[in-house]
């Protein structure tokens, strides 16, 4: 029997715009402040509304009502799965068609609040998880008898980020400076990365905690997601080309990396669930799992240079991850590594089998031989100052489209 609060025909007495990425299906949790309450709170989308959860709460039958008045969504998440499900049932009927319980005094217009990030974010991986996306990087630099190197297949690559630096959708950032080899030269040189890119991910969090030394069973490991939403790794490639070896990504990811401001739990996303791509060869046990673990989640990048339009480079999808977000889970937590409420993992790049479907500008250009031409004439191989990114996701099916909104940012000039 479908869920109710899955149902494609599903309507709600709030005005849902046709396209909208936030029917009643959905009901993603953000934090949110109007001007005339300045106190950020918990709030759910609904078409070009939100629902004010700390003033609707006297209608739900949740225990703690005091985590629909707190900055962050992190008290809730802990509350559990059964809780979760419960409110979510309960604000669909809330919202439901013909239901006069609330009205629109519950409601605030999406473009009178200010939006900000919804957890407070504890620890931060990114993974490397996309095998196009790494092939196309290995073929790049180490040619294509190397391209993979010899555990990719075998464990979800992946490494510590900095949560600090994460920023909500609409925040600026200014184009990071560091050292570089440039090409052919003796000594590194300092100044600011000339190869800004982005990387098309999608993040998960963590709404369970575990104990230091226990590890979380693949099968099991959706127990301990809430939900996603979008992510943009701002990369700086001339850093993170002299810095990596042997440790890995550091200054040239740590300035700044960009979410979508809702999160989309994954009980909306359950009507979307479709298989990965086949492994091979089979991973090791603590990595296996049984049934669908991928979502048919569509995304598409824009790239908006200063007084233009918006122009898509790129459009791909969640499903092509070769690891998935279980078995990602699994292996964070194999060697004992505790979780905690609110942890951030992400994707690593999204890339799909073409060249429209790279998630990096490193790929969509070749790593800088291919310029893409835009709609002025002018060319990229990596963003200039006052160049914003548009990162977008949703699900589609049998008329249901489920939203994540949008991942926004303008690179600005270095700062002196």
Same mark, same amino acid.
């Given at each position: 029997?479908?869920?109710?609060?899955?149902?494609?025909?599903?309507?709600?007495?709030?005005?849902?715009?046709?396209?909208?990425?936030?029917?009643?299906?959905? %009901?993603?949790?953000?934090?949110?402040?109007?001007?005339?309450?300045?106190?950020? =709170?918990?709030?759910?989308?609904?078409?070009?509304?939100?629902?004010?959860?700390?003033?609707?709460?006297?209608?739900?039958?949740?225990? $703690?009502?005091?985590?629909?008045?707190?900055?962050?969504?992190? $008290?809730?998440?802990?509350?559990?799965?059964?809780?979760?499900?419960?409110?979510?049932?309960?604000?669909?009927?809330? /919202?439901? #068609?013909?239901?006069?319980?609330?009205?629109?005094?519950?409601?605030?217009?999406?473009?009178?609040?200010? /939006?900000?990030?919804?957890?407070?974010?504890?620890?931060?991986?990114?993974?490397?998880?996309?095998? &196009?996306?790494?092939?196309?990087?290995?073929?790049?630099?180490?040619?294509?008898?190397?391209?993979?190197?010899?555990?990719?297949?075998?464990?979800?690559?992946?490494?510590?980020?900095?949560?600090?630096?994460?920023?909500?959708?609409?925040?600026?950032?200014?184009?990071?400076?560091?050292?570089?080899?440039?090409?052919?030269?003796?000594?590194?040189?300092?100044?600011?990365?000339? =190869?800004?890119? !982005?990387?098309? #991910?999608?993040?998960?969090?963590?709404?369970?905690?575990?104990?230091?030394?226990?590890?979380?069973?693949?099968? &099991?490991?959706?127990?301990?997601?809430?939900?996603?939403?979008?992510?943009?790794?701002?990369?700086? =490639?001339? !850093?993170?080309?002299?810095?990596?070896?042997?440790?890995?990504?550091?200054?040239?990811?740590?300035?700044?990396?960009?979410?979508?401001?809702?999160?989309?739990?994954?009980?909306?996303?359950?009507?979307?669930?479709?298989?990965?791509?086949?492994?091979?060869?089979?991973?090791?046990?603590?990595?296996?799992?049984?049934?669908?673990?991928?979502?048919?989640?569509?995304?598409?990048?824009?790239?908006?240079? #200063?007084?233009?339009?918006?122009?898509?480079?790129?459009?791909?999808?969640?499903?092509? %991850?070769?690891?998935?977000?279980?078995?990602?889970?699994?292996?964070?937590?194999?060697?004992?590594?505790?979780?905690?409420?609110? $942890?951030?993992?992400?994707?690593?790049?999204?890339?799909?089998?073409?060249?429209?479907?790279?998630?990096?500008?490193?790929?969509?250009?070749?790593?800088?031989?291919?310029?893409?031409?835009?709609?002025?004439?002018?060319? =990229?191989?990596?963003?200039?100052?006052?160049?914003?990114?548009?990162?977008?996701?949703?699900?589609?099916?049998?008329? /249901?489209?489920?939203?994540?909104? #949008?991942?926004?940012?303008?690179?600005?000039?270095?700062?002196?």
């Amino acid at each position: 029997m479908i869920n109710k609060t899955h149902q494609p025909d599903a309507k709600s007495w709030v005005d849902v715009p046709e396209g909208s990425d936030f029917p009643i299906q959905n %009901l993603p949790y953000g934090i949110f402040s109007t001007n005339d309450h300045p106190q950020k =709170r918990v709030g759910v989308a609904i078409g070009h509304q939100i629902l004010d959860l700390e003033k609707a709460a006297k209608h739900l039958s949740i225990a $703690d009502k005091s985590v629909f008045s707190s900055e962050v969504l992190n $008290d809730f998440m802990a509350l559990g799965k059964e809780v979760h499900q419960s409110v979510r049932t309960e604000l669909f009927d809330l /919202l439901s #068609e013909g239901n006069t319980t609330i009205d629109a005094s519950y409601l605030v217009n999406q473009s009178d609040a200010t /939006l900000y990030i919804p957890i407070q974010i504890g620890d931060y991986t990114d993974f490397y998880s996309s095998e &196009e996306h790494a092939t196309n990087v290995g073929i790049m630099f180490r040619g294509k008898d190397n391209a993979l190197m010899p555990n990719w297949k075998h464990i979800p690559v992946g490494y510590h980020g900095r949560a600090s630096s994460i920023v909500v959708s609409g925040t600026d950032l200014h184009r990071p400076k560091g050292q570089k080899m440039p090409p052919n030269a003796d000594a590194p040189v300092y100044g600011p990365s000339s =190869r800004m890119d !982005i990387e098309l #991910e999608m993040a998960f969090v963590v709404g369970k905690s575990t104990a230091l030394g226990d590890t979380v069973e693949a099968e &099991e490991a959706e127990d301990y997601i809430f939900g996603m939403m979008l992510f943009n790794d701002w990369s700086a =490639r001339d !850093i993170q080309k002299w810095e990596y070896v042997p440790l890995g990504p550091f200054l040239g990811k740590n300035f700044g990396s960009t979410v979508s401001p809702w999160v989309v739990t994954m009980e909306a996303l359950a009507p979307f669930r479709v298989a990965g791509p086949e492994q091979s060869p089979t991973p090791l046990p603590y990595l296996q799992t049984t049934g669908p673990r991928a979502f048919d989640i569509q995304l598409e990048v824009s790239l908006q240079p #200063e007084g233009l339009a918006p122009q898509v480079i790129c459009n791909s999808n969640f499903k092509y %991850l070769y690891w998935s977000m279980s078995q990602q889970l699994a292996h964070q937590t194999v060697n004992g590594c505790n979780l905690n409420v609110g $942890d951030m993992c992400a994707s690593g790049t999204i890339s799909g089998p073409t060249k429209d479907s790279f998630g990096s500008l490193l790929e969509l250009t070749w790593n800088g031989t291919e310029p893409i031409t835009l709609s002025d004439g002018s060319q =990229r191989t990596f963003l200039e100052d006052n160049d914003t990114i548009i990162m977008k996701g949703w699900c589609e099916k049998d008329g /249901l489209r489920i939203g994540f909104g #949008e991942a926004t940012g303008k690179i600005l000039p270095s700062k002196k």
